[in-house]
Nanobody
Framework: QVELVESGGGSVQAGESLTLSCTAPSGFDYDHYCMVWFQEAPGKEREGVASFYRGREGDSTWYADSVKGRFTFSLDTAKTTLYLQMNKLKLEDTAMYYC????????????????????????WGQGTQVTVSS
């Protein structure tokens, strides 16, 4: 069982920034875990927007087109915390954001941006709300 805790959500104006945190249990080994931030906007399915993978070939990140160039991952292994820096926030970024983890391959993680993959992830945080206003 992997317990994830998210934090960092809030209410901001369009164009501003937020940093979301996803903290795993102390000692958590990120190797071969696909870590994904899912976005659940009102009336929409939960969809992956950013994923992170650590394996033998190093770290890899993937971003949905909707957030590419604006969202960036960083990892503090000492704190077992994965951060998602969200810049230039848009109204359409308003959603509940969930951190999820799944033991998986790199190829799987690179294709995790769809509503269908959310059901595959066994470990979830409680979610953190991001609200962007004009």
């Amino acid at each position: 069982q992997v317990e994830l805790v998210e934090s960092g959500g809030g209410s901001v104006q369009a164009g501003e920034s937020l940093t979301l945190s996803c903290t795993a249990p102390s000692g958590f080994d990120y190797d071969h875990y696909c870590m994904v931030w899912f976005q659940e906007a009102p009336g929409k399915e939960r969809e992956g927007v950013a994923s992170f993978y650590r394996g033998r070939e190093g770290d890899s990140t993937w971003y949905a087109d909707s957030v590419k160039g604006r969202f960036t991952f960083s990892l503090d292994t000492a704190k077992t915390t994965l951060y998602l820096q969200m810049n230039k926030l848009k109204l359409e970024d308003t959603a509940m954001y969930y951190c999820a983890a799944k033991w998986a391959s790199r190829s799987y993680c690179s294709s995790s941006f769809s509503p269908a993959t959310a059901a595959d992830f066994p470990y979830w945080g409680q979610g953190t709300q991001v609200t962007v206003s004009s």
